[in-house]
């Protein structure tokens, strides 16, 4: 909607339809996104923003009523397809606010006729945020990214920056603390597709230019998402604990720019909070550091062209899993220079290596292992279904046939295989068999399908099923068996909106009447 638009938008508010007052309202309170304004089973886009989306996804541009005299254009998406168009607007750099119906229409009808559905956003998708599977390439991670500056630090030179980047799919949270020298060089390790950063710092040159050479999306916010005096506070706060000493020490910059990037989580995901683990600090002198032109130069995980195919990733790609996929990238980006990390990793390798048959086995359950990180972040944020709950239950079954396999080798096992294996081992395995047993083998995309809870696992709801699947033969029993204990053969049950089920039974006279014509 234009500028024009919103400043007479109150005045003409008497002259437009309490539907489109709605959209009204909640456009002006989101004026920075596309608004998905959700009516029955389409999200529809009015004013500029119908206009934008339209040449976006190359779908029809239409027009619906008058606003100010002049016609409002408008242009819709189904429902049941909103993933696909959300890829493509998200991929182009727009953002989008999702405004979902949040009460029954029967009860705005209570209200009176004109009366109109209440409405409200219930989330912002950015690049940076998406954690629907449809939306994310399984091989790499979706980072978002924050970026904030303070003046003197434990680095050399007059100013430090925080780094703090997330994983919303997966749960990986990690702050760093870098200076001008380096900045530019972490933040191409890190390539996030969208980075967070307070407003002032995109008006000088310098950084602005190192910011859009990332090819990521951009989102300056206010500074007061970067205040460092509350930032410890907001991150207890988030994680539930009263001092951050159990997780590390982190300096001054570093919960900065963690406190901005979950400032801006709260903002976008409107009061859901995803499971992330908690913050960990990426040390920058343990890796090798790789300026941006000699990255892109290498072609680790992109070629010139920005594609993944040819790039040297691709070339020793030989995981199985999303999850190891996106391990193999985050290592081929940030290669590690301290001797000793680098022989345990290599010790790893070597056990595999020399275990054959075990890791062929291995190798075939974890080809069957879904993504359970990101099946976990969507149940989390409310946005996950039946087949994100059995993702979980046949993850933690795999977790425990890798536990085992494993452990079936003779052979001295490695530090880093160890830990992995503990990790398996703390897993609540009992959970996993639960929710195979509760979800059947083939349930719905979506949990409002219903019909995704096995059969046998809850009496009660298998007989609540049988009155919906066979409600015509237990009112047929039901009836017959009333009639034969009143000896009322003409008694029946009826079911009308205004009394629903009931028993019509004649008197006793009339019943004598019609079994005796005599």
């Given amino acids: 909607m234009s500028e024009n638009q919103s400043l007479k938008a109150p005045q003409a508010e008497a002259r437009v339809t309490p539907m489109m007052a709605q959209f009204i309202e909640i456009k ?31 779908i029809t541009l239409t027009k619906r009523g008058k606003h100010l005299g002049e016609d409002i254009p408008m242009c819709g998406v189904p429902v049941h397809a909103a993933d696909d ?14 405004c979902e119906q949040t009460e029954d229409p029967a009860e705005a009808k209570k209200r009176g006729s004109k009366s109109v559905v209440r409405r409200d956003v219930v989330r912002l998708v950015t690049p940076g945020t998406l954690t629907e599977e449809r939306l994310l390439d399984s091989s ?27 994983d919303m799919s997966t749960g990986s949270f990690q702050v760093a603390e870098t200076d001008d020298q380096r900045l530019a060089a972490d933040l191409a390790q890190i390539s996030p597709r ?25 989102s300056p916010v206010p500074r007061a998402f970067f205040d460092s005096s509350t930032a410890a506070d907001r991150l207890a706060h988030y994680f539930g604990v009263k001092t951050l000493d159990g997780f590390g020490t982190f300096s001054r910059a570093e919960l900065s720019a963690a406190a ?16 992330l683990d908690p913050p960990t600090r990426e040390a920058g002198a343990g890796r090798m550091l790789i300026d941006p032109a000699t990255r892109a130069n290498l072609e680790l995980t992109r070629t010139l062209g920005g594609e993944k195919q040819g790039s040297l ?8 899993t999303g999850g190891g996929s996106r391990l193999l990238a985050s290592r081929l980006a940030g290669p590690l220079i301290n001797p000793d990390e680098i022989s345990r990793r290599h010790d790893a390798v070597e056990f595999f290596l020399e275990n054959e048959m075990m890791r062929e086995g291995l190798r075939q359950t974890l080809k069957g292992a879904p993504d359970m990180a990101r099946a976990l972040s969507r149940i989390a944020l409310q946005r996950g279904g039946p087949r994100d709950i059995l993702s ?29 294996r503990a990790s398996l081992d703390a897993a609540p395995h009992t959970l996993g068999e639960e929710l195979v047993t509760a979800i059947k083998e083939d349930p719905p995309l979506l949990k409002r399908d219903g019909g995704f809870v096995a059969s046998g696992y809850n ?38 909106n205004v009394l629903g089920w009931f028993i019509e039974a004649p008197t006793a006279q009339s019943e004598k009447l019609t079994s005796d014509p005599a």
């Fill in 392 to 420: 979980i239950a046949q993850g933690l079954t795999a977790a425990r046939a890798v536990l085992d396999q494993t452990g079936s080798v003779s052979a001295t096992i490695p530090a880093e295989v160890a830990a992995a």
């Fill in 85 to 98: 168009y959300l890829q493509k607007l998200i991929s182009l750099g727009h953002r989008v606010s999702v």
């Fill in 194 to 218: 969208e980075l967070i950063l307070p407003d002032t710092l995109l008006q000088e040159a310098d950084l602005r230019q190192t910011a859009e050479q990332l090819g990521g999306a951009l």
């Fill in 140 to 166: 790499a991670n979706n980072f978002l990214s924050a970026m904030t500056r303070l003046r003197g630090g434990s680095l050399a030179g007059d100013s430090v920056y925080g780094l703090a980047w997330i």
């Fill in 459 to 496: 009496s009660d709801l298998d007989e609540l099923r049988s009155l919906r699947d066979e409600s015509r033969k237990v009112i047929a029993r039901l009836q017959a068996d009333y009639s034969e204990e009143l000896g009322i053969r003409s008694l029946k049950i009826k079911h009308n």
């Fill in 313 to 320: 990733l691709a070339t020793i790609d030989r995981t199985v």
């Fill in 260 to 275: 901005g990037i979950l400032a801006y989580i709260e903002k976008t995901q409107l009061g859901e909070r995803p499971p």
């Fill in 28 to 58: 002006t309170a989101n004026p920075d996104s596309l608004l998905f304004y959700r009516m029955g089973d389409f999200y529809e886009l009015f004013f500029d923003d119908a206009e934008v989306a339209a040449r976006a996804l190359g």
